[in-house]
């Protein structure tokens, strides 16, 4: 098992352009999250998917959309990035929100210079 | 409303001495859960245990334990014979079963842990 994987692993954009971070889970979880993690401010959730289907915001929405494409899969996009979204971004899963334990991807480091 | 407070931001010991995390948490709901997670240099986090309001039952894993009181709120988490490998950020968090005013899980600021050689 493959856990939770995040592509890319690394990514430089330039003010203005847009992005899709890809998020899958091969563990059947039904709940996936996108955190993205600053210095000095811990990890905060962006958006979440309880169950297939569904999508809510979470503390940070702001410049970002989300799609839960089937139960595997959780993409995070930027449309119009800007330097303030330039964060670690961290994909999870767990088998249902809140009682369960998450499981994070191996992150992704975004420059918006 | 949710919060957890990890007030140590750093700690700093020598290999093989025992060390304590502090969590101490807030919450209104009488069902929650808590968790730790641990953040070594490379970057991804790892779980490490979850605990559920009506389970006060204290954990022992190998060299890690940990505390867990509610009458103070606090959900401590203890490394014996510390060692190297254990330098890490390690990070407390709080899910109320309700979803809280947050509706999710909730991060403290992390612990970061250095043992040295």
């Known amino acids: 098992n493959a856990g939770v994987t995040q592509t890319p692993k690394f990514q430089v954009l330039k003010t203005g352009q847009s992005m899709t971070l890809q998020c899958a889970q091969d563990m059947n979880h039904n709940s996936m999250y996108w955190y993205r993690q600053d210095p000095g401010m811990g990890l905060r959730l962006i958006y979440y998917?309880?169950?297939?289907?569904?999508?809510d915001k979470g503390e940070v929405p702001n410049g970002y959309n989300v799609s839960r494409l089937n139960k595997r899969e959780f993409s995070l996009r930027l449309e119009s990035a800007a330097p303030s979204q330039t964060s670690v971004y961290f994909c999870a899963s767990s088998e249902f929100r809140l009682i369960y334990e998450q499981y994070f991807g191996p992150g992704t480091r975004l420059t918006v210079t | 409303a949710q919060k957890v407070t990890q007030a140590q931001t750093e700690i700093s010991v020598v290999e093989k001495e025992d060390v304590t995390l502090d969590c101490v948490y807030e919450t209104r709901d009488t069902t929650y859960y808590l968790f730790w997670y641990k953040q070594p240099p490379s970057g991804e986090l790892v779980f490490l245990i979850r605990r559920n309001s009506f389970d006060e039952q204290n954990e022992i894993s190998g060299r890690y334990s940990w505390n867990f009181q509610k009458s103070t709120s606090s959900f401590n988490f203890t490394i014996t014979a510390s060692q190297v490998v254990d330098s890490a950020v390690y990070f407390c968090?709080?899910?109320?079963?309700?979803?809280?005013?947050?509706?999710?899980?909730?991060f403290g600021k992390g612990t970061k842990l250095s043992v040295k050689p």
């Open positions: 968090a709080l899910s109320e079963a309700d979803g809280g005013s947050q509706g999710n899980l909730i």
């Open positions: 998917s309880a169950s297939e289907g569904t999508t």
